[in-house]
């Protein structure tokens, strides 16, 4: 059980908590109403052949699924005074609610052809306000709690909330063919058709005037939205769609849902043509109530019995077991139906004391209830037991209540916490909405083909809506498939999510890494210089095929693959890092330190530079030597004199040892302002003199050496510090970028060796303009980079070996990613 309270600021008001549960009664009740008219009411009341229902229930969904990512991306990227959700939530609701109404509103005399199209067109229009609608809505209730059992609070609440429309939902099989209530069922379909438009539109917008998430019209990194911009727009939105397809644990639950949500759509209706044509021989007014009793009573224990134990094992055991437990159950539930669906074991049980007993009394309470229904009219709710009544129905209910019931409780839960991860390894903006639209874009997709196959599946079995008498073999084969699709979807369902790792102790380690991610002080590199390059050179920036190798066709895992094999074949030079966790660079490092993390990265580098040459860093020319490696040693060269001349003296010393083969005067010592530039020449020269025999240089931005001369007048070799990351370079074109920094000051170096003293890319922090720091991306980078370097014999010393969290006090938390090792010494990329 999690020991773990949640924050006073974490939790959600229940005024907010119910307003989402009315827009999730929306969300549940157009759907719900929309799958009775095109199931059964299209068929029933206005003659539609089913495959012809079944493709007007799912040709349009697919259409309406193309339209959910695309608002998604609309929704995460809009600022406005009322915040990036809500505008659409308002306006969505009441385009959905006036759409639906003119869509029913078909004549039965009319051919079938017209009432086709003119429902196809209309639920076109219907579906896009409807998605205008539920994308935002679903997004904003992934960003409502960064608590992790919160959120599986708020929709434990908001799914009850919506079972009240599958509560109600049932009771338009009865209300509809009323002959005491309309003329006939087609007018029952136009009028209740303006009672659920106008409840929706009440219902849908109290989530846009009550509820509040991350939508205050403040965050960064968003993208501008507009017509100037559509191209730009839709790339992007490909690029976040890819890359929310490559998350693990997200795909994870989008085929659990798929599996189990389409699975019991498939069948949705079957339950009702069985207890009428089966049970009841086709008779809808000897079946009388009882198919709406079975529907919401599964939702009612939904509401009331599910989602409150699912919730609580959420709680103790953890999302996924949770999950996996309601899943099982439901598989179950499916399994009985075969026995509670038996009209000889109901005539029987009807006839035990226990049955006599229990029908004798829903008799008595309901001899007291029918004249007063009947007197208010609401004549479909009364029940008469003289024929009996069919109990066992009930019996699987709890069951596989569990499957539904556990479903988007647990799910939204997840991918609520899924966005937390991906804003961890891909940086802002956050993508609630783009996460929403996929999930749902696969219920839809699914839900699409789920209602042309239950149309296909009626024909096959032989099933005619147009006859009362359907033979046995029909209603034989009806029940097998009501019992096979769902449990097998659902058990298929129990192995996709076996495996699923995002458990409450990894949920919170994300949460802390992004809380502390957001409390560091937002700075940038002294390399930064926000698109310098653009201003030195005059020609476009774009790949080029014989280095940079395309991975939009390779998935994560061919990428890490070809990272090893990049890795294994060895670089030129590596930046050591030897400060582990928690030191600082005024901690004095040890001889042991220092030669555990060089037997670490000895196998993949010829090279190692050093940063300094005091506080233990004095060990590492030593000891990269015992190893066989090269080294570049530097002297850490600041506004500070005295530690400069302890410095420099010991960068001399080590010379005079034999352990340099290129000493460095100074870090970017100029860029960071700290000495003019005559003092940083006089202590160059000095080492020059006193190691005559060993190449002497600085290191700096690669723009010093282009605005200043003097620079590769005095060193031996020019080293340059290149990143294409703090320029705010897109990935796609960032190698691309340093081969143009390279050729900047190689052709200024009047024949002298360039060599490129530090090149990197973070895995994870802040963005910087277009540079994103994701795993993908370090991946990416380093792999084109050496595949470069290596052509070209380029001599690159690569930045970083080991992660060091001193240096969130200087660049933020992504001053701290820049390893390809990470601060407990093991390789991220694997």
Not at 140 to 161: C, F, Q, W
Not at 600 to 610: A, C, F, G, Q, V
Request: aromatic share 12%.
């Amino acid at each position: 059980m999690s020991e773990i309270k949640t924050p006073e600021k974490d939790k959600v008001p229940v005024g907010q908590k119910a307003a989402f549960g009315a827009g999730h009664f929306v969300l549940n009740l157009l759907p719900g109403v929309l799958g009775v008219y095109l199931q059964v009411f299209i068929l029933t009341a206005f003659g539609m052949d089913p495959v012809w229902a079944g493709l007007l229930g799912g040709l349009p969904r697919i259409f309406d699924a193309l339209t959910d990512p695309i608002m998604g991306f609309i929704s995460d990227n809009t600022k406005s005074r009322y915040g990036r959700r809500r505008p659409y939530i308002f306006t969505g609701a009441i385009i959905s609610g006036i759409l639906f109404i003119l869509m029913w509103q078909l004549d039965e005399n009319a051919s079938m052809t017209y009432n086709f199209w003119y429902v196809m067109i209309l639920q076109i229009l219907f579906l896009v306000g409807n998605t205008m609608f539920a994308t935002p809505l679903v997004g904003l209730g992934y960003e409502m709690s960064p608590d992790y059992n919160e959120r599986t609070r708020l929709m434990s609440l908001a799914n009850s909330m919506g079972q009240i429309a599958w509560i109600i939902v049932p009771w338009l099989y009865v209300i509809i063919p009323d002959v005491n209530t309309f003329d006939n069922p087609a007018e029952g379909v136009r009028t209740m058709a303006f009672i659920v438009g106008g409840v929706c539109i009440v219902f849908g917008i109290l989530p846009a005037l009550f509820c509040k998430g991350i939508d205050v019209g403040e965050m960064e990194d968003r993208e501008k939205i507009n017509f100037k911009t559509l191209g730009s727009n839709l790339r992007e939105l490909f690029k976040g769609i890819v890359q929310v397809s490559k998350n693990k644990p997200f795909m994870k639950l989008c085929g659990a849902t798929f599996l189990v949500f389409n699975g019991f759509q498939l069948v949705a209706a079957f339950s009702v043509f069985i207890i009428v044509f089966y049970m009841y021989e086709g008779s809808w007014e000897v079946a009388g109530t009882w198919p709406a009793w079975f529907n919401s009573l599964n939702a009612v224990i939904t509401a009331l019995i599910v989602i409150p134990i699912v919730s609580k094992m959420a709680t103790k055991i953890g999302k996924r077991k949770a999950f996996l437990i309601a899943t099982f159950l439901s598989i179950i539930g499916y399994i009985l139906k075969w026995w509670g669906f038996d009209v000889e074991l109901n005539e029987q049980f009807n006839q035990t004391s226990v049955g006599e007993g229990l029908t004798n009394a829903l008799g008595s309470v309901f001899n007291f209830l029918n004249p007063h229904l009947e007197s208010i009219g609401a004549t479909w709710f009364t029940i008469d037991v003289d024929n009996g009544v069919p109990w066992l129905i009930f019996l699987p209910i709890p069951f596989f209540a569990f499957g539904m019931g556990g479903l988007f409780t647990l799910m939204m839960s997840m991918t609520a916490d899924v966005c937390d991860l991906d804003e961890l390894e891909n940086g802002l903006p956050r993508k609630e909405g783009t996460f929403g639209a996929i999930y749902w874009w696969m219920v839809k997709v699914g839900q699409a083909l789920a209602i042309i196959l239950s149309g296909v599946i009626l024909k096959i079995v032989g099933f005619d809506q147009n006859i009362t008498d359907q033979t046995v073999e029909t209603m034989t084969n009806l029940r097998i498939a009501d019992i096979i699709v769902p449990a097998s979807t659902a058990a298929l369902a129990f192995i996709v999510m076996w495996r699923y790792d995002l458990d409450e102790k990894r949920v919170r380690e994300i949460g802390a890494a992004l809380k502390k991610r957001k409390a560091l002080p937002k700075r940038t590199s002294s390399s930064y210089y926000g698109q310098n390059l653009l201003s030195l050179i005059s020609s476009k920036i774009t790949p080029d095929v014989k280095y940079d190798i395309d991975f939009s066709s390779k998935s994560m895992g061919d990428i890490k693959t070809l990272f090893s094999t990049t890795l294994n074949r060895g670089m030129h030079g590596l930046c050591f890092s030897p400060y582990t966790d928690k030191q600082d660079i005024d901690d004095i490092l040890s001889e042991e330190q220092i030669r555990r993390r060089v037997e670490i990265i000895k196998p993949y580098t010829n090279w190692l530079r050093s940063f300094s040459c005091t506080g233990g860093n004095e060990h590492m020319p030593k000891i990269a030597k015992q190893n066989n490696l090269k080294t570049m040693v530097g002297a850490w060269i600041s506004d500070d004199k005295a530690q400069n001349r302890k410095e420099i003296n010991q960068l001399i010393k080590l010379g005079k040892a034999g352990q340099v083969d290129i000493a460095v005067v100074g870090n970017e010592v100029l860029l960071r302002e700290e000495l003019i530039e005559e003092e940083l020449l006089s202590y160059i020269q000095e080492v020059k003199t006193a190691l005559p025999n060993i190449p002497v240089g600085y290191v700096d931005a690669y723009s010093m050496f282009n605005d200043r001369p003097s620079l590769i007048e005095v060193c031996d070799v020019i080293l340059i510090n290149c990143y294409p990351f703090w320029e705010g370079a897109d990935i796609e074109i960032s190698t691309a970028y340093l081969r143009e920094m390279y050729s900047l000051i190689k052709a200024k170096a009047k024949d002298k060796p360039v060599m490129i003293a530090e090149t990197g890319w973070p895995n994870q922090g802040e963005n910087t303009g277009k540079a994103i720091p994701t795993e993908l991306n370090a991946m990416k980078y380093f792999i084109n980079v050496n595949n470069w370097a290596q052509k070209e014999n380029i001599k690159l010393f690569y930045f970083s070996s080991f992660d060091e969290s001193w240096k969130t006090r200087h660049e933020g938390d992504v001053g701290q990613r820049w390893g390809i090792w990470d601060k407990n010494e093991k390789l991220k990329y694997n």
